[in-house]
């Protein structure tokens, strides 16, 4: 799995944003995908999941019924739709690869690069 975000931009509150992030690899139909977000000052955190057979989903209470995770296997493409964004979304967002359905970090072992996301007031 080698992943790579994009997506990232400036936003005002309010407006929607959708990251994409793609995987250059072979395997990734077997894997959980996550987007994880770091605010400056801050820690990275969880920010949503996708299981790879049946699709659940999960998120953390901060974006839940504003963010939506989706995949799409045969493109090998996971996606993150953010509606209603809020200056505290502001973060560098990152996708990645685990083997456990999971918003632990440590369990994601394929990261991508990262892709900046500013909302403005």
């Known amino acids: 799995v080698q992943l790579q975000a994009s997506g990232g931009g400036l936003v005002q509150a309010g407006d929607s944003l959708r990251l994409s992030c793609v995987d250059s690899?072979?395997?990734?139909?077997?894997?959980?995908l996550g987007w994880f977000r770091q605010a400056p000052g801050k820690e990275r955190e969880f920010v949503a999941a996708v299981s790879w057979g049946t699709g659940n989903t999960r998120y953390s209470d901060s974006v839940k019924g504003r963010f939506t995770i989706s995949r799409d296997n045969a493109k090998k493409t996971v996606d993150l739709q953010m509606n209603s964004r809020k200056i505290e979304d502001t973060a560098v967002y990152y996708c990645?690869?685990?083997?456990?359905?999971?918003?632990?970090?440590?369990?994601?072992?394929?990261w991508g690069q990262g892709t900046l996301v500013t909302v403005s007031s």
């Open positions: 690899g072979r395997t990734f139909s077997n894997y959980i």
């Open positions: 990645a690869a685990g083997r456990y359905f999971t918003t632990a970090q440590r369990e994601f072992d394929n």
